[in-house]
């Protein structure tokens, strides 16, 4: 979790109570048979999302956000996610539960996860290594190496790369449209789900317990808040520092 500076600072971050809401969006649209695709995006330009919030207030890192991984790992339906610029922490872990999953060309990834002083999350700690290479994937997830969206595409994080928001939404909004047409689409939805979800939910859920587990024990330190108040911090000096001219050739 975390967030990402400059002019995007704190810019469209998740809530707990966002988690919370958005995995009883995800409960609620299992049990509505008209519904066959669910798709996360954002209408915020050029950010998709800062990651979700660290502060002194948190207690448990868990609250929100374990029902929300849940919900992404149990969902039985077909999970598109639009990436339309920058996506920090949780808003690029939750891409390893995704069934579908697009960005624009000025989309960017990070996890500060090692900077922050925190440990993986969403599963990632399984799926990244599996997804990247364990060497990138050490990279992205420890020392916050910024993906690109053609890096995203390589990596098979993302399945196209669209060159603006408006594409981006009239790729996500056709896909889904294909889908839902699909000769016998319901029940055809349900047996694809149920035989990606079979093999990899019950070891998903376990990297998450592990990866939990771990996040708790650091809250009851308070080493990721302050070392979030610090990369806050830099990030802020960064930003207010004069800028040098240029010199002349």
């Not at 995006?41 to 502060?55: E, L, M, N, Y």
């Not at 948190?58 to 849940?70: A, K, Q, S």
């Not at 070891?203 to 809250?219: I, N, Q, V």
């Not at 070392?227 to 802020?236: G, H, K, M, P, Q």
Request: hydrophobic share 50%; glycine share 6%; aromatic share 6%.
């Amino acid at each position: 979790m975390g967030r990402e500076g400059g002019s995007n600072f704190n810019s469209n971050a998740i809530s707990r109570v966002t988690m919370r809401h958005l995995a009883e969006l995800l409960n609620a649209a299992e049990a509505q048979d008209d519904i066959l695709v669910f798709l996360i995006t954002s209408k915020v330009p050029g950010v998709f999302s800062s990651g979700a919030d660290i502060s002194a207030d948190i207690t448990d890192p868990g609250d929100g956000f374990d029902e929300l991984v849940r919900a992404l790992v149990s969902f039985p339906k077909i999970l598109a996610i639009a990436v339309n610029g920058l996506a920090v922490g949780v808003a690029v872990t939750i891409l390893g539960h995704a069934d579908l999953a697009w960005c624009t060309e000025g989309a960017r990834f990070t996890t500060p996860f090692g900077r922050l002083a925190l440990a993986p999350e969403a599963s990632s700690s399984l799926v990244f290594p599996a997804r990247l290479g364990r060497p990138l994937a050490t990279e992205v997830l420890l020392t916050g190496r910024p993906l690109t969206s053609e890096d995203a595409l390589r990596c098979g994080l993302v399945a196209s790369v669209l060159a603006n928001e408006a594409a981006l939404e009239a790729e996500a909004l056709a896909c889904a449209a294909r889908i839902s047409s699909l000769h016998a689409a319901r029940r055809t939805v349900a047996v694809f789900k149920r035989l990606f979800n079979a093999p990899v939910s019950a070891a998903l859920l376990g990297a998450h317990d592990s990866e939990l587990c771990e996040l708790r024990s650091r809250f009851v330190d308070g080493e990721p808040v302050e070392a979030a108040l610090r990369y806050f911090e830099e990030r802020s000096r960064a930003v207010r520092a004069p800028v040098e001219p240029a010199p002349r050739l």
